[in-house]
């Protein structure tokens, strides 16, 4: 059947108000790209249309219809398809000749054809606003003459009701995704905040007073920091200090448990996937890397990464880029690294556990919190601290802590840490709590030393052996002496320090974990001896 052309006819009044009123009604829709193109198709007839964004040098689908389902899956470099420079480098409308050679990017995609055809008449529009080519539209037909009888005049109305629509079209869906990243942002934060309360560092002790002036030195600088400390010591509050005082503190701080990822989801918690990437993911998703994109990431427990991780990871804190999983695309990112361990990670290098390189990328500036037990002078801040904050959360109206009590807690070893204290005070004060409503008695509430009952007993610490009581050594091997010299040290040393190891290290300068094989090949041992506090 042969296409009557009309040349030079023009499109219709109605055709170009139903075309902006349709246009109008698919900005609003979730799938207003989809809309759009169907907007224009009922305006302009054809076999294909076909909707593709400027992205650097590149034209990528959007939305089509007429061809194959795998052409949104292609991404057209303009500079390698001739027709689609010739559209990009003009601001008209551009129809090419049915005897144009100049290769069709869209040959043998018609799914209206049986067979490979050429696409035999094509036609394109720029999409160009404020000198910028937003992207560009494109018509083809298998009928040779099909955009023959459309006037130029009329095509460039139809050009121009497309260009503000097509232009807020992005705007909304670059909106979306910033509202989008923004709730992501929120709810890590939230989150965070929500699990961490304020991030005040309460101490007056020598050691605190230390660990705030690292802070304030090292907080400035864009430096990877690595905080070290037993588990419980506040190695989160530090790392929300850091950022605090930071010149990031406006961006946001955004928290990972390495050691609460499962082994399957780490990649995309870190760095994010995208729809389809693997079983169960049936969403885009940023991770945690792009969420604190011009801010800081804490990677608490950074020790339990798995090696594969590790080497992924130091990529990123290499190159500031990330790919995200399931995509080619690769992204920039300006993140600070926090990170914090409770393991002596370089012992974990030498063991093989933990990469060295990335363990030197972390270690640019180091902090460790020192335990409670090596600040006892902070106790009984950090108990009023957490008795006022308690008196809140129980609605009572004043909440005290007895001298006894006082005193217990203060002479407590605390292995635990702050967090040991903060919960040890918290179920001695819910005791006291019910005890003084079933006294009539709330309006002033007295924590007491039985109601510490997680810590009805002190801990002393004693320091013992396997092997007798040492003796003066006569006629001794070299080897047998430089023994012998060894365990006095180390026993007078661990007596002054109470049993505690990691003191006992630090004051012989020696690591830990290698004193702990010291002590072992040696025979000695530390148990502890619960005593009754009168």
Partial sequence: MTRVSLTGMSISNTSLIELAINLANATNSNTRFDAMVSAIRTAINCESVALLVHQQGTLVPLALQGLSKDTLGRRFVIKEHPRLLKICGTEKVVKFSKDCTLPDPYDGLLINSNENLP????????????????GVVTFDSLEPDAFDHYDDRS???????????????????????????????????????AESGRFEIIGESPAIKKLKQEISLIAPANF???????????????AHQLHLASQRSHNALVYVNCAALPDNLIESELFGHVKGAFTGADKSRSGKFLLADKGTIFLDEIGELPLAVQSKLLRVIQSNEIQVLGSDQTLTVDVRVIAATNRELATEVEQGTFRSDLYHRLHV???????????????????????????????????????AALKYFNQYQWPGNVRELEHSISRAALKASHRAKTQGKLNIVSIEINDCDSLDNATQVKVNQDAPEVEPLLNASLKEQVEHFQKQILLATLEEEQGNISAAAKRLQLDRANLNRLLKRLGVTVKKVVTHLS
């Fill in 119 to 134: 696409v035999h008449a094509c036609m394109g529009m720029p999409i160009i606003s404020e000198g910028i080519l937003l």
């Fill in 155 to 193: 095509l460039q109305l139809v050009n121009s009701i497309i260009g503000p629509v097509f232009h807020n079209m992005l705007l909304m869906r670059q909106l979306e995704s910033d509202i989008s990243h923004n709730q992501q942002v929120v709810f890590a934060l939230s989150h965070q905040q």
């Fill in 224 to 238: 990877n920091v690595l905080i070290q400390g037993e588990s419980g010591v506040g190695k989160e509050l530090v």
């Fill in 365 to 403: 500036m180091q902090i460790t919190i020192p335990p409670l037990r090596d600040r006892v002078d902070d106790v009984s801040l950090l108990c009023g601290y957490f008795v006022e904050k308690l008196k809140r959360k129980l609605g009572i109206p004043q909440l005290t802590i007895s001298k």
